[in-house]
């Protein structure tokens, strides 16, 4: 019986803390770092547009049945040739805009907008 008390008890107390720290803002955490993905397809990026917070990884996944790369225009970033659903990811680590393209196909094109 002793055991079941101070399981309630310590039950309570762990609900109450963490209701408190909700309701304080204790208990919110924001990720610094998420991920997102960009997709090629049909010789085009998508979303052509993307936001995202500093810290965030972005991952570009080709699923056309011919090669793509993704390069930064400020030359920031550089993928190899990406064959059908080979990855490329990168980091980023500063806000701004970051405008970029398929350095194969250079009507294709991108940006992700960076936020702090």
């Known amino acids: 019986m002793g ?3 101070n399981r309630r008890t ?3 107390a762990a609900v109450f803390g963490l209701a408190s720290g909700a309701m304080l803002g204790l208990g919110v955490v924001k990720a610094e770092g998420t991920a997102k ?5 049909n010789f085009t990026f998508g979303p052509a547009e ?6 965030t990884t ?3 996944i080709n699923r056309d049945d011919i090669p793509h790369t993704v390069v930064a225009k400020d030359k920031g970033f550089r993928s190899k ?3 059908t659903d080979d990855r490329y990811s990168f980091t980023f680590t500063s806000a701004g805009t970051y405008d970029y393209f398929c350095g194969l196909h250079p009507h294709m094109t991108g940006k992700i907008v960076v936020t702090p």
Do not use: C, H, K, Q
């Not at 993905?37 to 397809?41: L, R, S």
């Not at 993307?50 to 810290?55: A, F, H, I, T, W």
């Open 3 to 5: 055991m079941i008390a």
């Open 10 to 12: 310590f039950v309570a």
């Open 37 to 41: 993905e960009v997709t090629i397809d």
């Open 50 to 55: 993307l936001s995202v917070p500093v810290g």
């Open 58 to 60: 972005v991952t570009w």
């Open 81 to 83: 040739a990406l064959d």
